[in-house]
């Protein structure tokens, strides 16, 4: 497993940005997919980005896809979620997830199974105001 830290949630205002960061220890950042999950208020936790190892391929859930966007730096370790034109039903906790190790983004992309990721942040949580 790896450990997790978040940051950046906060307060906006709908339309507005937030970036989250994620902070991961350990040596096996490399090999593990990376993703962000929210959870609503009186919700199920739900996927909202993915990121292959290296980076090059990423994947969105259909209500964020075209505002937001997941990026990483394999030097430092970090994930990030640059989220913008919020809107209200953003409003959410947001976790960020390292896959079990070795797992491909291919396979974990059929479903993004919170099964399959062993390490989870805090969560940060994020607040849109209409």
């Known amino acids: 497993q790896v450990q997790l830290v978040e940051s950046g949630g906060g307060l906006v205002q709908a339309g507005g940005s937030l970036r989250l960061s994620c902070a991961a220890s350990?040596?096996?950042?490399?090999?593990?997919?990376m993703g962000w999950f929210r959870q609503a208020p009186g919700k199920e936790r739900e996927f909202v980005a993915g990121i292959s190892w290296t980076g090059g391929r990423t994947y969105y859930a259909d209500s964020v896809r075209g505002r937001f966007a997941i990026s990483r730096d394999n030097a430092k370790n970090t994930v990030s979620l640059q989220m913008n034109s919020l809107k209200p039903e953003d409003t959410a906790v947001y976790y960020c997830?390292?896959?079990?190790?070795?797992?491909?983004?291919?396979?974990?992309?059929?479903?993004?199974?919170?099964?399959?990721?062993?390490?989870w942040g805090q969560g940060t949580q994020v607040t849109v105001s209409s």
């Open positions: 350990g040596r096996t950042f490399t090999s593990r997919v």
């Open positions: 997830a390292a896959a079990r190790i070795h797992y491909g983004d291919y396979v974990l992309s059929a479903s993004w199974n919170m099964a399959d990721f062993d390490s």
